[in-house]
């Protein structure tokens, strides 16, 4: 294997990996390495997680969650108010300014909302920003927003994508030129960027004091666009990088006898599952047989996962959500344990014999050659084809997909309404479709009374397991490896947060 020769030569690099760690500490840089690129900088218009990070690092919200408390804070709102169930007042904050001198008030926020407000607009994280009714001014530092709907989680999606952007320059370029020079307010600013290759951030000097996010200690990031692992990994052990994610649990293991190095991890909130094209259209029709897909729920041994491939802090998972999301449970809903005879009984009571399925993924390919190796054993064979975020989400959307492996992590909205109606409620990756699932889908995200929303999405959760509509897989840890002398903390939301760092 590949990483083994990679540690293999480990004691010889480790002589030199302190030398460009220390040249970077001098110089108050972090290289960090990703292996997705986004394909808008634009929050609006990516939702890979590089785009998730770069969106908090280089903008700013209305409203902050503390990730450790989760306490909600005033960010570029100072307080706010709600008038009734579906009208906010927020007063917003004075002395703001955007990394192009823009000065903040009422106009960016509203400006904002509007635009992304308005379908036609095509942002494509339209789950974060379906429920904005409308924007209004009230006076420069003072707006009103309504939902269309009574919309409870309306808070927490305020204090995480929704971003706001300078007015008169978001009108004046729209997302293609937000992407080619993106500018925000928040604790970095974007200096260089080179679409599919690079981004360079350095510290917003005049970030405003009252922020809870504070001014960032590093004075340079640098994030380049690594997709091969193994290039990140031959990266890290030379000193080529100082920060990467993701790190399969096998090599970051082997990584914490490297002395230059530090391994952290932790759970998070990204769940992992599989997509079945169930669709009466799919083009795979043997997947219309509910047999058929709970016998793929039985090939699949997921504790075995858990504890040999995916690693510590990873749970498995019955139902299509995160069990801290408002409304999450697995009660009462079908239980598949790993049961390969009973995999084999069910597809020859379907009767499919020679069964071949496409599988589609974007990440954790060691995790998916897992699930292909499953299926085969009840002889199911599938093609792997593996692809970048946005080529699969085409797949997915233009119902081309047979089965997928997916990991979603919710934006980290601690909220079921930002988790299963992505897959489940007749949106873009919507290979179901099934309307009394999307109408309790709908109701739980729209509903007022607590009880009625926990009773909503419990029951469409139900549905979707004892239909066996997707294979409902484990959480994901996340193990970053780092340079020892960088002062960094892992979030359950995935989130790096630059502003947080420093060097030792």
Same mark, same amino acid.
């Given at each position: 294997?590949?990483?083994?020769?990679?540690?293999?030569?480990?004691?010889?690099?480790?002589?030199?990996?302190?030398?460009?760690?220390?040249?970077?500490?001098?110089?108050?840089?972090?290289?960090?390495?990703?292996?997705?690129?986004?394909?808008?900088?634009?929050?609006?218009?990516?939702?890979?997680? +590089?785009?998730?990070?770069?969106?908090?690092?280089?903008?700013?919200?209305?409203?902050?969650?503390? @990730?450790?408390?989760?306490?909600?804070?005033?960010?570029?709102?100072?307080?706010? *108010?709600?008038?009734?169930?579906?009208?906010?007042?927020?007063?917003?904050?004075?002395?703001?300014?955007?990394?192009?001198?823009?000065?903040?008030?009422?106009?960016?926020?509203?400006?904002?909302?509007?635009?992304?407000?308005?379908?036609?607009?095509?942002?494509?994280?339209?789950?974060?920003?379906?429920?904005?009714?409308? &924007?209004?001014?009230?006076?420069?530092?003072?707006?009103?927003?309504?939902? !269309?709907?009574?919309?409870?989680?309306?808070?927490?999606? $305020?204090?995480?994508?929704?971003?706001?952007?300078?007015?008169?320059?978001?009108?004046?370029?729209?997302?293609?030129?937000?992407?080619?020079?993106?500018?925000?307010?928040? @604790?970095?600013?974007?200096?260089?960027?080179?679409?599919? !290759?690079?981004? /360079?951030?350095?510290?917003? *000097?005049?970030?405003?004091?009252?922020?809870? *996010?504070?001014?960032?200690?590093?004075? !340079? +990031?640098?994030?380049?666009?690594?997709?091969?692992?193994?290039?990140?990994?031959?990266?890290?052990?030379?000193?080529?990088?100082?920060?990467?994610?993701?790190?399969?649990?096998?090599?970051?293991?082997?990584?914490?006898?490297?002395? /230059?190095?530090?391994?952290?991890?932790?759970?998070?909130?990204?769940?992992?599952? =599989?997509? +079945?094209?169930? $669709?009466?259209?799919?083009?795979?029709?043997?997947? !219309?047989?509910?047999?058929?897909?709970?016998?793929?729920?039985?090939? +699949?041994?997921?504790?075995?996962?858990?504890?040999?491939?995916?690693?510590?802090?990873?749970?498995?998972?019955? /139902?299509?959500?995160?069990?801290?999301?408002?409304?999450?449970?697995?009660?009462?809903?079908?239980?598949?344990?790993?049961?390969?005879?009973?995999?084999?009984?069910?597809?020859?009571?379907?009767?499919?014999?020679?069964?071949?399925?496409?599988?589609? &993924?974007?990440?954790?390919?060691?995790?998916?050659?897992?699930?292909?190796?499953?299926?085969?054993?009840?002889?199911?064979?599938?093609?792997?084809?593996?692809?970048?975020?946005?080529?699969?989400?085409?797949?997915?959307?233009?119902?081309?997909?047979?089965?997928?492996?997916?990991?979603?992590?919710?934006?980290?909205?601690?909220?079921?309404?930002?988790? /299963?109606?992505?897959?489940?409620?007749?949106?873009?990756?919507?290979?179901?479709?099934?309307?009394?699932?999307?109408? $309790?889908?709908? *109701?739980?995200?729209?509903?007022?009374?607590?009880?009625?929303?926990?009773?909503?999405?419990?029951?469409?959760?139900?549905?979707?397991?004892?239909?066996?509509?997707?294979?409902?897989?484990?959480? $994901?840890?996340?193990?970053?490896? &780092?340079?020892?002398?960088?002062?960094?903390?892992?979030?359950?939301?995935? =989130?790096?947060?630059?502003?947080?760092?420093?060097?030792?």
């Amino acid at each position: 294997m590949k990483a083994c020769a990679l540690m293999l030569a480990s004691t010889a690099l480790v002589a030199t990996a302190s030398s460009p760690a220390l040249a970077q500490k001098a110089a108050n840089t972090v290289r960090f390495a990703y292996d997705q690129a986004p394909e808008n900088v634009d929050p609006f218009f990516n939702n890979v997680r +590089i785009g998730v990070i770069i969106g908090a690092n280089v903008w700013d919200t209305l409203i902050y969650r503390d @990730p450790e408390t989760n306490e909600y804070k005033g960010q570029l709102a100072k307080s706010w *108010k709600q008038i009734d169930d579906k009208t906010i007042e927020f007063d917003l904050r004075e002395g703001v300014k955007f990394h192009n001198g823009e000065e903040f008030d009422a106009d960016d926020v509203v400006y904002t909302l509007n635009f992304i407000a308005k379908p036609e607009n095509k942002v494509v994280t339209q789950g974060n920003v379906n429920w904005v009714e409308k &924007a209004e001014k009230l006076d420069k530092y003072k707006v009103r927003v309504t939902t !269309k709907e009574v919309f409870p989680a309306a808070i927490e999606y $305020l204090a995480g994508p929704v971003v706001i952007h300078p007015n008169a320059y978001y009108e004046k370029v729209g997302p293609k030129g937000q992407n080619e020079k993106p500018v925000g307010s928040g @604790p970095y600013k974007v200096t260089n960027y080179v679409p599919g !290759k690079s981004i /360079t951030l350095e510290a917003n *000097k005049d970030y405003f004091k009252d922020s809870p *996010k504070k001014p960032g200690k590093i004075g !340079k +990031i640098e994030i380049r666009f690594i997709p091969d692992r193994q290039t990140q990994m031959a990266e890290a052990l030379s000193g080529g990088v100082d920060l990467i994610m993701h790190v399969p649990k096998d090599q970051a293991d082997q990584l914490k006898a490297v002395p /230059t190095l530090q391994v952290v991890s932790g759970e998070t909130m990204r769940i992992v599952f =599989m997509q +079945i094209n169930s $669709l009466e259209n799919t083009p795979a029709p043997a997947l !219309k047989d509910e047999r058929v897909r709970k016998a793929i729920n039985h090939a +699949i041994d997921r504790e075995a996962m858990v504890k040999n491939i995916v690693g510590e802090g990873s749970r498995v998972l019955n /139902t299509i959500c995160f069990p801290s999301q408002f409304g999450c449970t697995d009660e009462g809903a079908a239980r598949y344990p790993y049961d390969p005879a009973k995999a084999k009984a069910l597809l020859a009571e379907a009767g499919v014999k020679d069964l071949t399925l496409d599988i589609v &993924a974007y990440r954790e390919r060691n995790q998916t050659e897992a699930l292909i190796g499953y299926l085969q054993q009840v002889g199911i064979k599938t093609n792997l084809r593996f692809l970048q975020y946005a080529a699969m989400r085409e797949v997915i959307s233009s119902n081309k997909a047979n089965l997928t492996h997916q990991t979603w992590g919710s934006f980290s909205v601690n909220d079921v309404s930002a988790n /299963t109606p992505n897959y489940f409620a007749f949106r873009t990756e919507d290979i179901t479709k099934d309307a009394t699932v999307r109408d $309790l889908l709908n *109701k739980g995200n729209n509903s007022v009374a607590p009880d009625i929303r926990k009773a909503a999405y419990q029951e469409a959760l139900k549905i979707i397991a004892d239909k066996a509509y997707a294979v409902p897989l484990y959480s $994901l840890p996340v193990y970053y490896v &780092a340079s020892k002398d960088l002062g960094f903390k892992a979030y359950p939301d995935e =989130m790096v947060r630059f502003w947080e760092m420093g060097w030792k």
